[in-house]
């Protein structure tokens, strides 16, 4: 496909999305649709797409509508390309630009185009937490997020992984933020067809999220209850860093876990699936990854940020108080309880452990937040115990 044909593509398949597609079911179904294009071209197209979704309130600004064509407009002039070298309406490319365009093309480009990528709803919060930071994650969460894996080290040292990816053509250097955890470079994007991903020795994880199950002492022995174990990255993670603990993931849905048993085999590490509601009780440490906004991964799910409405943070702050609680019942004496989210903002983070600790018999004893400016994505942990 030309370059051309792809934006056109682009331009189809943000419009299904605009309808209320979600974008992966549009990119599919785009897909099934238009056999001929391949792997590269869907990659690019699909590139195409999720630019034009991060930075959907700033290209609508730019290209000066919410369609398609409109975005993929404002994304051609954030990257300086000139539209109407692509919009030539030869074939398959899109139609060339009407004098409606051109008038928005030629207005000057609009300010604080940053901003206009957060639903306006969250600016306060976000810049109020985010504080001298705001401008700096701002920017970051327009971009795409970078690859990063998580070294099994229970199955490979750190220089070993990077040896065996180099063997597949992935470029992998250590990140500072955590001690297992790769950035990828060239290649990124064949990390799961590549040997050292398939033989487990390494795993796709976030560096955010690597740094904060790193914050968590684990000994031996220890019974340890992932209570939203979902698909299964902290189980996992958990696992290789203590391989001598017992492991018990649960979700209340187990067809979030259906993985789990596979990617455990794969990275060699045992992990009991308890079944739903039934997680037992007793546990040295009880890890709560809860159900959030997302608001720190938008980077990879940037239509979530535009769906998420002030209504949905209420039920999910309400969910998380909810089962904080339920997870604290099931921790031994003189246990721990840890909660975790992939979120950006203080009423999910800091604002729900104080609010946990302050109705509770749980004092926080640690907690940290990271964002894009250490490299990785937003994401929360903080530790309870018990007060005396
Ligand atoms: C953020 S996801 C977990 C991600 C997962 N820990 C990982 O690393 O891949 C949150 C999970 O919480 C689960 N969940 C929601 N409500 C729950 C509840 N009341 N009890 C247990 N799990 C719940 C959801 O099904 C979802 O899989």
Request: with cysteine; glycine share 10%; charged share 25%.
């Amino acid at each position: 496909m030309t370059p051309a044909a792809r934006i056109s593509a682009a331009i189809e398949i943000l419009d299904r999305i605009g309808t209320g597609d979600p974008a992966e079911k549009a990119l599919t179904n785009w897909a099934r649709a238009h056999r001929f294009a391949g792997s590269k071209d869907r990659a690019a197209i699909r590139d195409h797409v999720f630019d034009a979704l991060r930075c959907r309130g700033s290209f609508a600004a730019l290209g000066g509508g919410q369609g398609g064509r409109a975005l993929i407009l404002g994304l051609l002039r954030a990257q300086s390309c000139d539209p109407a070298t692509i919009f030539t309406g030869e074939r398959f490319a899109p139609e060339p630009l009407s004098e409606e365009e051109r008038a928005v093309l030629a207005q000057p480009v609009p300010p604080d185009l940053a901003r206009r990528d957060w639903p306006d709803w969250l600016i306060a919060p976000l810049s109020e937490r985010l504080g001298a930071d705001f401008d700096t994650v701002s920017e970051a969460m327009r971009a795409r997020a970078p690859v990063f894996v998580r070294v099994n080290v229970a199955r490979a040292t750190r220089d070993a992984a990077i040896a065996a990816l180099a063997e597949d053509g992935i470029d992998a250097v250590p990140h500072p933020l955590s001690t297992t955890a790769l950035q990828l470079g060239d290649g990124a994007r064949r990390i799961q067809q590549s040997r050292a991903y398939q033989d487990g020795c390494v795993e796709l994880q976030d560096v955010s999220s690597q740094a904060a199950v790193g914050t968590i002492e684990l000994a031996p022995g220890m019974q340890v209850l992932d209570y939203c174990a979902g698909g299964g990255g902290k189980s996992l993670a958990l696992a290789a860093a203590c391989p001598d603990c017992e492991i018990h993931a649960h979700d209340i849905d187990p067809a979030r876990m259906r993985d789990l048993p596979l990617r455990a085999e794969r990275a060699g590490a045992r992990i009991a699936i308890c079944a739903p509601g039934t997680p037992g009780a007793g546990y040295d440490l009880v890890l709560v990854d809860a159900p959030c906004s997302g608001s720190g991964t938008w980077r990879r799910t940037p239509e979530a940020k535009w769906r998420l409405t002030p209504e949905r943070l209420d039920d999910l702050v309400a969910l998380q108080g909810r089962i904080l609680e339920e997870a604290s019942a099931l921790v031994a004496q003189g246990g721990r309880l840890v909660y975790m989210t992939c979120s950006l903002l203080a009423v999910e983070n800091e604002a729900q452990a104080a609010l946990f600790a302050a109705r509770t018999g749980w004092k926080l004893t640690f907690q940290r937040a990271y964002s894009p400016v250490t490299g990785g994505d937003g994401f929360f942990v903080a530790q309870f115990e018990r007060k005396a």
